[in-house]
């Protein structure tokens, strides 16, 4: 029986088969597909197609503005806060399991988000005046 174990958990190469070939289906429909739009779908182009179209609203000014840095600076910090609190959830499900070591481990947690977010807002990361 324990022979049986160790020879089904084996890995070997025809193991990886099924990925490599989802992988070359996938390849070949996206290839496909642009080599069928693009030799296959009509090539009327003119004028009024060629313009830049702005969801029916006349367009105005150059696309090329620049963006102020804090709306990226506050984007940026959302996806980091956002992905931390994604670690609650382990957390949530487990927690009897983790007992007092756990608690332990999720207030350290805490209390360094808590740090960074403190430091966040002290150097006004998140003030929008200027």
């Known amino acids: ?4 174990t160790v ?7 025809f193991s990886y088969f099924p990925i490599v070939l989802q992988l070359i289906a996938a390849l070949g429909f996206v290839g496909l597909t642009m ?3 693009h030799f296959l779908g ?3 182009k003119t004028q009024d197609k060629l313009e830049t ?10 696309a090329r503005q620049p963006v102020a840095i804090k709306y990226f600076l506050v984007a940026i910090l959302f996806v980091l806060f956002d992905v931390e609190v994604i670690f609650f959830y382990p957390y949530a499900i487990n927690f ?12 350290m947690f805490v209390a360094f988000f808590m740090v960074g977010f403190l430091y966040i807002l002290k150097k006004g990361a998140l003030k929008w005046e200027d």
Do not use: Q, Y
């Not at 009897?96 to 207030?107: D, I």
């Open 7 to 13: 020879i089904l958990s084996a890995t070997t190469p």
């Open 42 to 44: 009509p090539k009327r």
């Open 35 to 37: 080599f069928a739009t």
């Open 1 to 4: 029986m324990f022979i049986d």
């Open 96 to 107: 009897r399991l983790l007992g007092w070591e756990g608690f332990v481990a999720m207030l």
């Open 53 to 62: 179209f702005e969801s029916g609203i006349e367009r105005h000014g150059n």
